[in-house]
């Protein structure tokens, strides 16, 4: 009885193909992971900063209505909206 050595070299590079994207799925699997840990602490420290941002924005409106500095306040507030929205912290508010 003859071999059929393409049949055999098929089921070879089958069963190594099949094991070598085992290894890539497994590898896969655990950067998955370890990216999801990532993502969870980026998404903690963006909220830490964002309420700290929404706190600094709040106390600077009722500072400057306290004072009454409102052309001096009116142009930091300015520059610091401008940062904000070009680094995409805030919302752009005019398109």
Do not use: C, H
Not at 1 to 11: D, H, K, Y
Not at 38 to 65: C, G, H, N, P, Q
């Amino acid at each position: 009885m003859e071999m059929n050595w393409i049949a055999v070299g098929w089921i070879i590079d089958m069963i190594l193909n099949g094991f070598i994207w085992l290894i890539i799925a497994v590898l896969s699997l655990l950067l998955i992971d370890a990216t999801d840990k990532w993502t969870r602490k980026a998404i903690k420290l963006m909220d830490k900063a964002d309420k700290w941002i929404r706190k600094l924005t709040e106390y600077s409106f009722d500072w400057v209505e306290k004072k009454n500095l409102q052309i001096p306040a009116s142009i930091i507030l300015l520059i610091i909206f401008g940062i904000l929205s070009q680094l995409g912290i805030i919302p752009k508010l005019i398109t």
